[in-house]
Every structure is written in C-alpha cells, then in structure tokens.
C-alpha cells in the first residue's frame, strides 16, 4: 500500500511572499537556503515548517491559463485542486499582461516562482514532485530546519500556531487552516501515477490515507506532544484500538491496570483473546506485580491510563518505562486526563501517547477524535493498520479540533485552578466521604503527579455520604453541569459512573472495579469558579 508522504515543495527562506498593495519595492532573489516538507525524515525533536507560502501577484498579472508558461500553471494546480471547493484565496493561473512590459521587482518575482521548482540535490531524503512546484498544498506536515523555539516558547504558543504559522500545506492568505473536502485526488496523466506508485512523484491519493487539514492537526500535536509523528483517528477508542491491533501480535501479552477506561477493558478482555492475545491486570503503583508480569511473559505493550478513570491514578511513568524497555516491551500512556500541557508522557520515556481529542484536545463537547503519537516508526506501524481498517476523521472534525486546539491553555489552566480549589472545597465537607484528585495530599500518588506532571486536570471524583438515591438527590440538584458522558469541555458534566458506565452490572460487579452507587465524576468547565461553587454547595445541602 502506498503511504502519502509529503510534496517536496523547494522555496527560499529568504524569499518574501507578501508585498504591499501596490506591489513596489524589490524583492530579495532567492538564496541557497531550502527546505523539506518530508514530515517523517529524520528524529529527535520536530522542527517546525515554513510559514504557507502566498505569492500577491501585481495589478499587471492576468489570472488566464490558456497560452501561459508552464511554471504558473504548475504553481497553480494543486492550488486550484485543492482550495477552490472552500473560496479561499488562492494561488492561480497567472501570467504577465502582454500589454504592460514586467517590472524588474515583477521579473524577480517571476524567477523566484521558477525557484520553487528546482530540482532535488542527490542523496536528499525527499521525493521529487514531477509537477515541480505543486504549492496548492504539501503533503504532510512540512518540517523546515529551523530552531522551533526562536519565538514559539510555550506550550500555548505551539498550541496555537505549529503547523499553521510554521508549515501549513495549504496555499491561502487566510488566517484559519482551510477544510479540504474530498475523498479523492486526481492525477493528471497516468504517468503521474505510476511515478506516484514508484515513489517518484508525491501526492495525496484517497481521503482514508491522507488529508490536508487533517495534516495540519497531525503537526500540531506532534509539537505539543514533543513527538516526531502523530496520527489522528475518528475517536480515541479507535485510537486505543488500532494501537493495540498494530503493534501487540497474535498470543502476544498485554499488561494494563485496574482502574481503566471500561471500554478498553472490554477490548483488552473480550477482542484481544480473539487474537490469542492476554493480559495481565495490575494496581496501577504495583510495581512488584510489574515485574512478575514482565518475569512470566512475553509482554508487547504495557497500556494505563495516568492519570486514570475515574479515580485519577497515577503511573510512574519514567520507572515503568525503563523496566518495560528492559525486556523489550513498548509503554503507552493514555494522557486524555492530562493533556499535552500537564504531563509530557514522551519525555518521561514513554513511546507512544493516546489521547481521546473529543475530551480537552477539542474542549466544546462537539466533535468526536483520538490520536497516536510517538516515533515516525512506530505511528507508521499503526498507520498502516489504520489505513486498511478505515476509522479516518472527517475533515470538518479536524478543523473543529484545530480550532479548539487555540483555546487549550486558556481553558486547562482555568480548569486546573477550579478543580483544585473544588477538590479542597469538597473533601473538607461533612457530607462528601472520599475525594479522588492527585492535586490533594490524601491523593496515594500525590508526589508522583507532582514530580511528572504540571498540573492535575479539570476533572474531580468523589464520594458523596448516602446511598444511591442520594448521590442522585445531589445530581439532580445541581444547576450548571449537564448529566452526561464525556469531559474536558467548556460546560461543566457531572454522572454518576454506577448509572452512566456500569448500569448493566449488579451492585456486587460494580465494585468489584470499585465502582460504589455514591461515586459521582465532575469535569468542571470554565465557568467562573464562583458559580460552581455555589452550585456544588448549594447541592450539597439538598441531601
């Protein structure tokens, strides 16, 4: 099968796109410096892209393509295949007037177009697009050797900006990545496809292995993540899924923890021994049973949540890691409680990170997403899998996330006080029994969270004092947060996990996975912290 990589699309770093309306002045002619959009070469840390490349042409250009130089109807191909559906500004065919003689700044102009098609140096780790400056998109997030942290410092910065502002394929002036919506793309000539097929030519070829804007959110979080690839799937189940199906083999072995997402429990325990696949369940601080479990198998992955749901448990990443690399087993850590902006799982040592980008990722309860990230070779092991399975996000989902993606730090930071000060306001209550949050000393990996992560989330576990018909008296009393799944977003959710996740098992089977009828799991949203206060108490003092 063949995997898109992305258009070696060659322009000067020094080359000026944007001029002033009256297009005078000159502009600088291109230097030897070039760049690659090959997202997948190299290692280490990713560098960021190019800016997208916007070419204003000046009044004495005519936008016909008939009788015009091969280089802007190469420039303008892919441009027009892939922008026109969503009226972006555009590269388009243009020429000089045959009226009005080209001013020297427009000639230059002219020859730095030409630049952008020149040929790929021997021994250089990228394909030759054939069309030979085909900007109207790149495939793949373009990486441009330059220092990422020259002006991007922080994490809210990269959220924002990586693979927009730095390396974005798609050719527009607009500010918002554009949605490419197609399932398909065309090549001109058939000979296009085969050098496509022989790796000669570069290009996108079906929706399911590839889309720009899908793209673009694949670099952001890379950089967020610190991880050299990432792929994104339609959910974070799907994620979870296809990571476990490309990566652990059949009578392969699992290791996973107690405290879990059920879902993933329910494929680890039901799908994978389908496979010959087992597993073996351990207390997510139990590393003695870590090491047994590593002793007596042959273990593939070891797969937790941290923190985990819905009791917030914390794995010592950095440690599990290294015992794990050890014998040769791979480390992957759902971070969905945490987000890229709390807990660097990659840096602590661990190989790849999940997350369910419907929850803080996206953060407006309105799109569904999950994503893989970690080294090029491993996501392109899981990307194989998923290209023959399907589960591939929608364009539209993807600019959703992007956009969401803008307002992560805001929100995380907001969630992250509210659920502290909602954490202490709560266990010190006469009628609230347990609370569950590892910003709270009582919390069993309390220093752990504070030694690997930088803030504990927005969502906060506890015990209500009563019985079922309580904790549902309290729920229902509550006048912000909706009754629902899900959490991360921008509206606070409240459920109780016995009704919401586990209604379908008798009392007794539910707290075999310590799931009591007074368990309640609250995502506070970023609503002032003064009104959820008020509201938690007021509910409170309902029962």
Avoid at 105 to 129: F, L, Q
Avoid at 132 to 155: I, M, T
Avoid at 410 to 420: E, F, P, V
């Amino acid at each position: 099968m063949s995997i898109s990589t992305c258009a070696a699309s060659r322009v000067p770093l020094s080359f000026q796109c944007r001029s002033d309306p009256a297009f005078s002045g000159t502009i600088p002619r291109p230097t030897a410096s070039r760049f690659s959009c090959n997202p997948r070469a190299g290692s280490g840390n990713r560098p960021f892209g190019i800016s997208s490349l916007i070419l204003r042409f000046p009044p004495n250009f005519v936008r016909q393509l008939s009788n015009k130089p091969n280089f802007v109807r190469q420039l303008s191909n892919k441009a027009r295949r892939n922008c026109s559906n969503i009226g972006v500004a555009q590269i388009v065919a243009a020429s000089w007037s045959d009226n009005q003689p080209p001013s020297s700044a427009a000639a230059e102009a002219k020859a730095a177009a030409s630049a952008v098609s020149a040929p790929i140096a021997a021994g250089e780790d990228v394909y030759n697009d054939n069309s030979k400056g085909s900007l109207g998109f790149c495939n793949g997030s373009s990486s441009v050797h330059v220092n990422e942290s020259s002006f991007l410092n922080g994490a809210g910065s990269v959220a924002i900006h990586a693979g927009e502002r730095l390396g974005r394929g798609i050719v527009t002036d607009a500010i918002t990545t554009p949605v490419v919506n197609t399932s398909a793309y065309f090549f001109k000539k058939s000979a296009e496809l085969i050098d496509f097929k022989e790796k000669r030519h570069v290009s996108f070829e079906y929706g399911r292995y590839g889309n720009p804007t899908t793209e673009v959110l694949e670099e952001k979080i890379s950089q967020l993540e610190g991880a050299e690839s990432t792929l994104i799937l339609a959910s974070g189940m799907c994620a979870s899924t296809v990571m476990m199906l490309a990566l652990v083999p059949a009578g392969g072995h699992i290791i996973t923890t107690t405290d879990c997402y059920r879902k993933t429990r329910i494929f680890i325990e039901t799908f994978l021994p389908k496979m010959g696949i087992t597993a073996s369940v351990i207390d997510p601080a139990d590393i003695a049973g870590l090491k047994s479990a590593l002793d007596n198998h042959k273990v593939s992955l070891f797969f937790t949540e941290s923190p985990t749901n819905p009791f917030l448990r914390c794995v010592d990443i950095e440690l599990v890691s290294k015992l794990c690399h050890a014998k040769g087993a791979l480390v992957c850590i759902d971070g969905t409680f945490a987000t890229p902006l709390n807990q660097k799982a990659l840096a602590l040592g661990a190989d790849i990170v999940v997350h369910s980008a419907t929850k803080y990722l996206g953060g407006h309860n309105d799109v569904l997403g999950g994503c893989v990230s970690g080294s090029t070779d491993i996501v392109s092991q899981v990307r194989i899998v998923h290209h023959v399975l399907g589960g591939t996000i929608n364009p539209n989902a993807a600019y959703l996330l992007i956009r969401g993606m803008k307002t992560l730090k805001l929100r995380i930071q907001q969630q992250n006080s509210t659920a502290q000060r909602m954490a202490e306001v709560l266990e010190a209550h006469p009628k609230v029994k347990h609370v569950y949050y590892p910003g709270l000393k009582s919390h069993p990996e309390h220093e752990l969270a504070k030694k690997q992560m930088t803030g504990f989330g927005g969502v906060v576990s506890f015990e209500v004092d009563g019985d079922i018909t309580t904790t549902i008296k309290f729920v229902d009393s509550l006048k912000i947060p909706y009754i629902a799944p899900s959490f991360g977003g921008c509206e606070s959710i409240v459920d109780q996990p016995a009704i919401m996740s586990y209604w379908d098992l008798s009392q007794p089977e539910r707290e075999k996975y310590g799931i009591k009828d007074n368990l309640v799991r609250f995502s506070f949203g970023v609503e002032d912290y003064e009104d959820l206060e008020a509201d938690v108490l007021q509910a409170l003092e309902a029962i």
